[in-house]
């Protein structure tokens, strides 16, 4: 998954009227302003209300689903081997949001300040905070990838993780 590739589709998204946020490792790379490592997908946030719109948009765009773990989240991909990885938000009126987990006793939650924007090849798009990056980094053995991603948001925002 390229930064165009990103833009791409966030622009696919925003035309859909699909409001989205990036997360994940171009999330990250989002915040701190730069590609820092290849990405194999794209995570994405997305409002639960606004799945039709968005699965239309996509599926004209020749994205097809691979994953269904509805509630929690899902995947598509396209023939050119891209990647989404969806997660439906329920949104308060307060702004904040929640996502179901495998654990339905311990949903996700997303508190209003989390969603934020960041630049990917100088375009502003909209991602998670660092403060929500480090919660979603937490609670499991971290890859290589998770260790580099933390250790940006730590030396991007001066934030501790706990890895």
């Known amino acids: ?21 990036i997360g994940g490792g171009w999330g990250i790379d989002a915040l701190v302003g730069r590609a820092t490592r290849p990405h194999r997908d794209l995570d994405l946030v997305h409002r639960a209300e606004q799945e039709p719109d ?18 929690v989240r899902f995947v598509l ?9 969806l997660h439906p938000l329920e949104f308060a009126p307060d702004g904040s949001a929640v996502q179901t987990s495998m654990d339905p006793e311990h949903p996700f939650t997303y508190p209003a ?11 502003t798009v909209p991602c998670l905070s660092a403060e929500q990056q480090v919660r979603f980094h937490q609670g499991y053995e971290p890859a290589e990838r998770d260790l580099h991603d933390m250790a940006l ?4 925002f001066g934030i501790a993780t706990h890895f």
């Not at 968005?54 to 509630?71: H, K, N, Q, S, Y």
């Not at 300040?113 to 375009?123: H, L, P, R, Y």
């Open 1 to 21: 998954m390229t930064g165009d590739d990103v833009l791409a589709v966030l622009a696919l998204l925003h035309d859909a009227g699909a409001e989205v946020w």
């Open 54 to 71: 968005l699965l239309a948009a996509l599926g004209a765009a020749g994205f097809t689903e691979t994953v269904d773990w509805r509630p």
């Open 77 to 85: 991909a396209d023939g050119r081997g891209r990647e989404l990885d």
């Open 113 to 123: 300040s989390c969603f934020s924007t960041g630049t990917i090849q100088g375009a």
């Open 153 to 156: 948001l730590r030396d991007a």
